[in-house]
């Protein structure tokens, strides 16, 4: 069993800069990908940013360009480094963890709310 526990976020204006930390008790360097997700009031849980073992980076159209996600497998943990926000960033943020792709196996964070007012 893996627990995922989630820092950072808050509220911050357009424009603003905000980071995101998501600590795993597991090793993280053998999962199959660590990722960030996000969903809005009333929207579909929408992937953010991935990276996968090997190191290919993937990001949502959305966030191109302003956020990027980042791991330390030294440390167990991975993050989001959320830059030029726009209220339509706000969201409850998921870390995610893939440990076996096939069949899925994986585990989410506590999440945690990113407000962007404009």
């Known amino acids: 069993q893996v627990q995922l526990v989630q820092s950072g976020g808050g509220l911050v204006q357009a424009g603003g800069s905000l980071r995101l930390s998501c600590a795993s008790s597991?090793?993280?360097?053998?999962?199959?990908?660590v990722n960030w997700y996000r969903q809005a009031p009333g929207k579909q849980r929408e992937l953010v940013a991935s990276i996968t073992i090997n190191g290919n980076v993937n990001y949502g159209d959305s966030v191109k360009g302003r956020f990027i996600i980042s791991r330390d497998n030294a440390k167990n943990m991975w993050y989001l480094q959320m830059s030029s926000l726009k209220p339509e960033d706000t969201a409850v943020y998921y870390c995610?963890?893939?440990?076996?792709?096939?069949?899925?196996?994986?585990?989410w964070g506590q999440g945690t709310q990113v407000t962007v007012s404009s």
């Open positions: 995610n963890a893939v440990t076996n792709p096939f069949p899925r196996s994986d585990y």
């Open positions: 597991g090793t993280i360097f053998r999962f199959s990908s």
